[in-house]
């Protein structure tokens, strides 16, 4: 019998060092998901920083080389200033969620955001024979950190983009209220998505892009993610539809 109860003991000892152990493995393991979070999260605002200072170098250089265009230059310096205000308010909304600061959502024309991203976007849409067809209501108002839905409509629409590279296509966004619902579609008539890769597109740096392909660059595989992530913060969701070679529909449902 006493040996019964030593054993007992010993068991109990046994159970709780291993409690411990477990304890301290679950909090290493939450330290290192809020390091991998970090991670993912400085690498989006690179990235989000990147899609802005491209056109910014583009207008600044045209102001360089045209320094006898008066009209030109003045158009060209006030995107750059413009474009260069917007990543340091990309950068501030951004810092605020990385510190767990609530930003502020307010209504906004959706329509008027949609064209401030094509003016950031910088590039003439018709130069890549691409058409452009926009279908928003002018009444139509969200409820939304504005920098931050602009963000996720730059990446769906420069998404877009590539996947009509080079041979050009149509890029459609409509909007429309239904119900307690903001409903936004994205749609082109690109290169679509594989079956295979449908499961994959809002994974951490998942990207097809290589810079033989016809966006000539290394994506990040961050797009997607950010727009997954910040649709949630607005309560919203996003989904996808897509034909190979025929084109994709990315959908957004934000609540009123
Ligand atoms: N409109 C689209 N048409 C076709 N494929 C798309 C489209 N949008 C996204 N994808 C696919 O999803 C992948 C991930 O997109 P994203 O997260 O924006 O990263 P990246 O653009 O850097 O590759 C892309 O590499 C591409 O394969
Ligand atoms: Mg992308």
Same mark, same amino acid.
Do not use: M, S, T, V
């Given at each position: 019998m006493p040996q019964l109860i030593e054993k007992r003991r010993s068991l109990n000892k046994e159970i709780n060092l291993q409690l411990q152990q477990n304890k301290e493995l679950e909090a290493r393991l939450a330290k290192l998901q809020a390091l991998a979070n970090l991670g993912t999260i400085s690498a989006i605002v690179a990235h989000e920083i990147n899609n802005i200072l491209m056109p910014l170098g583009n207008y600044a250089q045209v102001a360089l080389n045209n320094p006898t265009d008066l009209p030109l230059t003045e158009k060209a310096l006030q995107k750059t200033v413009h474009n260069s205000a917007r990543a340091s308010e990309i950068l501030e909304s951004m810092l605020a969620v990385v510190n767990g600061e609530a930003v502020e959502k307010r209504q906004c024309r959706l329509k008027q955001l949609v064209e401030e991203v094509f003016s950031c976007i910088g590039r003439e849409f018709e130069k890549d024979s691409l058409k452009l067809k926009i279908q928003i209501p002018d009444e139509l108002d969200i409820t939304a950190v504005p920098v931050q839905m602009q963000q996720v409509l730059m990446n769906l629409i420069l998404n877009a983009r590539e996947a009509m590279m080079p041979s050009g296509g149509t890029l459609q966004i409509n909007a429309r209220r239904q119900q307690d619902t903001v409903i936004i579609e994205v749609s082109d008539t690109g290169c679509g998505i594989q079956q295979e890769n449908m499961d994959k597109l %809002? !994974? *951490? %740096?998942?990207t097809t892009k290589t *810079? !033989?392909? *016809?966006?000539a660059r290394v994506g990040s595989g961050l797009g997607l993610v950010f727009c997954k992530e910040i649709v949630g913060s607005h309560g919203g969701a996003i989904s996808v539809e897509s034909k190979p070679n025929q084109g994709t529909k990315f959908i957004i449902t934000l609540p009123i």
């Open positions: %809002f !994974e *951490p %740096f998942f *810079p !033989e392909g *016809p966006a």
